[in-house]
């Protein structure tokens, strides 16, 4: 089955830093989502993001889908950016495949 | 988009009992889904319930174990049955109000579960 991977793992930025973090999938996806987690485990919707580009204030994504990858940046950070970030792809099944994570630390 | 109801949002249980952990949609959705987050880990599709038939599970999970009801278009739950210390874990329902056109998946708040 399609396979997904998020690098870095971990990160680690100082309060107004800038940050890239990126979501590799093996096969051609249907649909490509990028979530926030926060502390209490709850799963924030970030962006909808097949393909193309979306901006939504200091967070944007880009999913190149025939290049079968998606960026999610983070600019000027805060530390309410810290938590686990997580990309997702639906299958030709129509199920979703979750990353492992891009646990951000943002220090003041 | 959806709004998920999800609870309980957190227990704590002992051992060998059970746990149903309740699922409410603001609309009704073909489709809903159960996950599993470990500790550290990524998640995990427990199973997938369509209202009226069985729920289909993933490899590695069972219905004797996780039973899950769909009674309707807005409504699932699951039951974390005999539990141990590794079934502590958060656990999340999704759904995808556009699932046949491949749209965006929402979750509930997540279930924190602890067993001791």
């Known amino acids: 089955g399609i396979q997904v991977e998020q690098s870095p793992p971990d990160l680690i930025l100082q309060e107004g830093a800038n940050s890239t973090l990126r979501c590799n999938f093996s096969?051609?996806?249907?649909?490509l989502q990028w979530f926030h987690q926060n502390p209490w485990g709850q799963l924030i919707n970030l962006f909808y993001?097949?393909?193309g580009t979306k901006q939504n204030g200091r967070l944007s994504a880009t999913t190149v889908a025939t290049e079968r990858y998606s960026l999610l940046y983070i600019s000027s950070s805060q530390t309410t950016d810290s938590g686990v970030y997580f990309c997702a792809a639906l299958n030709q099944g129509g199920k979703l495949i979750f990353g492992q994570g891009t646990e951000l630390s943002v220090k003041p | 988009s959806a709004v998920i109801s999800q609870k309980p949002s957190r227990d704590i249980c002992q051992r060998g009992t059970s746990l149903t952990i309740q699922c409410q949609v603001d609309s009704q959705v073909t489709m809903m889904f159960w996950y599993r987050q470990q500790p550290g880990q990524s998640l995990t599709l427990i199973a997938t319930?369509?209202?009226?038939?069985?729920?289909?599970?993933e490899s590695g999970f069972v219905i004797d174990k996780f039973p899950i009801s769909r009674p309707n278009l807005t409504f699932s739950t699951l039951t974390v049955s005999n539990m141990s210390p590794e079934d502590s874990s958060i656990y999340l329902c999704s759904v995808a109000p556009g699932w046949a056109m491949n749209t965006e998946a929402f979750f509930g708040q997540g279930t924190r579960l602890t067993v001791v």
């Open positions: 096969d051609s996806v249907n649909n």
């Open positions: 319930a369509n209202q009226g038939s069985e729920a289909t599970y």
């Open positions: 993001i097949p393909s």
